[in-house]
C-alpha cells in the first residue's frame, strides 16, 4: 500500500513557505524525503527515525508521528531550485530495506 | 554524480528481445534495489538485495528477471517485455543498515526503457 501525499501539487513564490504531507495505513519504522527534478534521479533530503532522530538538510525540516502514521516535509523561504517532486519514502517493517514511496507531490516555485 | 551508475541510459527493444540493464554502485553499500518509474506515476518497487540475497520481489512478473553477482553490481534481465513496460528504470542501493535504522538510497540517473 502507496503512503498517500498531499497536496498533489503545489505553486509557490519565491519566499513562501510550503507543507507537504504523507500517511501512511501501516506502521511507520522510518520516513524518507527526496526530490526529483525532471528528468534526473531522487535526491535524498531528510531521514527521519523512530524515537525522533532526525538527518537531513540544512534549510528543510520534516515531523513524523509515529503514532498517526504521517510524516510532514515544511520547505521554508522557497527558492527556484527547489522545484521538483517531492516523494516520501517508508520502510514497510523494521530492517526490511523496503522502501516504498509515496504518490509524490509537484513543487514549482516562480520567480 | 550519485556514485550509481547506470547503462545503457536508452533502450528500445521489440517484444521479443531481450536485453538487460546494468547497474554498479562504488559506494560500498550492501543494498541494492530496482525501482520502476512510469509516466506520471510512483516510484514502483520491484527488487531488493542485501549482501547479494534477494529479500523482496514485489511481485515483478517473470519476464523481469534480476540478478546480482556481488554488493556492487545489480543487472536486470529483460525479455518478452509489453508495451505497459515502458519507463524509466531506476537502480539505487543504500548501506543496508542495522534494523530500524534506516539508510538513504543514492540513485542512478535510470534506464529509458521503450517496447515496442
Known amino acids: 500500500q502507496q503512503p498517500v501525499q498531499s497536496p498533489q501539487a503545489v505553486i509557490l513564490r519565491e519566499g513562501e513557505d510550503a507543507v507537504i504531507n504523507c500517511s501512511s495505513s501501516?506502521?511507520?519504522?522510518?520516513v524518507h524525503w527526496y526530490r526529483q527534478k525532471h528528468g534526473e534521479a531522487p535526491v535524498f533530503l531528510m531521514i527521519?527515525?523512530?524515537?525522533?532522530e532526525q538527518k537531513g538538510h540544512e534549510k528543510i525540516s520534516a515531523s513524523f508521528n509515529e503514532k498517526k502514521q504521517q510524516s510532514s516535509l515544511y520547505l521554508t523561504a522557497s527558492q527556484l531550485s527547489y522545484s521538483g517532486t517531492y516523494f516520501c519514502?517508508?520502510?514497510?517493517?523494521?530492517?526490511?530495506?523496503?522502501?516504498?514511496f509515496g504518490t509524490g507531490t509537484r513543487l514549482k516555485v516562480l520567480a | 554524480e550519485t556514485g550509481v551508475t547506470q547503462t545503457p541510459r536508452h533502450l528500445v527493444m521489440g517484444m521479443t528481445n531481450k536485453k538487460s540493464l546494468k547497474c554498479e554502485q562504488h559506494?560500498?553499500?550492501?543494498?541494492m534495489y530496482w525501482y520502476k518509474q512510469s509516466a506520471k506515476k510512483p516510484l514502483e518497487l520491484m527488487f531488493v538485495?542485501?549482501?547479494?540475497?534477494?529479500?523482496e520481489n514485489n511481485s515483478v512478473p517473470s519476464r523481469f528477471s534480476p540478478e546480482c553477482p556481488n554488493s556492487s553490481h545489480l543487472f536486470l534481465h529483460l525479455h518478452t517485455l509489453q508495451p505497459e513496460d515502458s519507463a524509466l528504470y531506476l537502480c539505487?542501493?543504500?548501506?543496508?543498515?542495522?534494523?530500524?535504522?534506516?539508510?538513504?538510497?543514492?540513485f542512478g540517473e535510470g534506464s529509458r526503457l521503450t517496447v515496442l
Open positions: 539505487a542501493s543504500s548501506r543496508g543498515l542495522a534494523a530500524g535504522a534506516g539508510g538513504e538510497l543514492f
Open positions: 501501516k506502521a511507520l519504522y522510518s
Open positions: 527521519l527515525l523512530k524515537g525522533g
Open positions: 519514502g517508508t520502510e514497510q517493517g523494521s530492517g526490511t530495506y523496503k522502501y516504498i
Open positions: 559506494l560500498g553499500h550492501n543494498a
Open positions: 538485495y542485501n549482501f547479494k540475497e534477494q529479500t
